[in-house]
């Protein structure tokens, strides 16, 4: 029964192994250039027809699982290369298939005639027993592989959407800040005006003692006392 749309089945032993050996088929073929989508349509193939898998009646993996499972098992490989110091061997079952696909295929000169030889047969008999199954697989994964398109628009536009969403709330951030300021700077103002009212205040009414005691000094009357906005 084919898995259902959105569920991912876990990678098995023998899938890790075939999508190995099925990429390193690929990526050797193309002397180790970067691999289009079509051509991971076609390792997935391989994989499921590797596997046994035919039709919908197997949970396949996609080309995108498929990539994405490579892209895993590089890093996984970096980490423990990182990790191993010369004396010690890796636990991990598929470090020596990554290093030997990192390393490269051994010239052709430099292999044992027989072994070639063999290699060469052995290679034909599979390929020629697979291939009416990976064209069958790759006709039935030309929808699946319109939907996979349609997935990650859907989910590019959903990363657009987040994305938008979270500059709105930095602006609503920015915005706040703003008026935060301008009300701090408001508040600053009105401050420094009744301060400076004060002041003024303080100076008339100085002026206004030192004119009383003059006053009083000569005889005349107190003078009136000045407010601030009255004309003399």
Avoid at 149 to 162: A, F, I, R, S
Avoid at 176 to 202: F, L, T
């Amino acid at each position: 029964m084919a898995a259902p749309k959105g569920q991912a089945f876990p990678w098995t032993h023998q899938e890790t192994l075939h999508l190995i050996h099925a990429y390193q088929d690929k990526w050797y073929a193309l002397q180790r250039g970067q691999l289009r989508s079509s051509q991971w349509e076609e390792i997935a193939a391989n994989v499921a027809a590797r596997c046994g898998y035919t039709g919908h009646l197997h949970p396949s993996k996609t080309a995108v699982q498929c990539r994405h499972k490579m892209e895993k098992l590089r890093q996984r490989f970096r980490a423990e290369k990182r990790r191993l110091s010369h004396a010690t061997a890796s636990p991990w079952p598929y470090f020596d298939l990554i290093n030997n696909l990192l390393r490269g295929p051994l010239p052709i000169s430099a292999r044992p005639y027989e072994q070639h030889h063999k290699s060469i047969d052995s290679n034909s008999d599979e390929n020629r027993s697979k291939s009416r199954s990976v064209s069958q697989i790759l006709r039935n994964r030309n929808c699946s592989g319109e939907n996979e398109e349609e997935e990650e628009e859907e989910e590019g536009q959903e990363m657009c959407w987040k994305v938008a969403a979270e500059i709105g709330l930095v602006a609503e951030r920015l915005v706040g800040i703003e008026s935060a300021r301008m009300e701090m700077m408001k508040e600053a103002e009105m401050r420094r005006m009744a301060m400076e009212k004060k002041r003024i205040e303080m100076i008339l009414d100085s002026e206004h003692k030192i004119l009383s005691s003059i006053s009083k000094a000569f005889g005349s009357p107190s003078p009136k006392r000045l407010k601030i906005g009255q004309h003399s």
